[in-house]
């Protein structure tokens, strides 16, 4: 993933670690060398992947709590 979010709507510079809705660590396995990202393998809600920053769409790995809905839960 080469652009990510450092948290939702802070102006900060990209970081592919975080998750664009949270800023949590978006355990991306393209950032960390591993060839794919478990991203490919799940289907995230449409209304998780609205909430993404158009700009950041289709370039930014959320993180798999939010992928689930579940952002701003107890783990």
Request: charged residues 15%; aromatic residues 2%; glycine residues 10%.
């Amino acid at each position: 993933m080469p652009d990510a979010h450092a948290g939702p709507d802070t102006g900060a510079a990209p970081d592919p670690t975080r998750c664009p809705l949270c800023g949590a660590d978006n355990a991306c396995g393209l950032v960390s060398g591993a060839g794919t990202c478990w991203c490919v393998a799940v289907r995230i809600p449409d209304t998780v992947l609205a909430q993404i920053p158009p700009a950041l769409r289709d370039v930014v790995c959320v993180c798999p709590r939010c992928a689930a809905g579940r952002a701003g839960t107890p783990a």
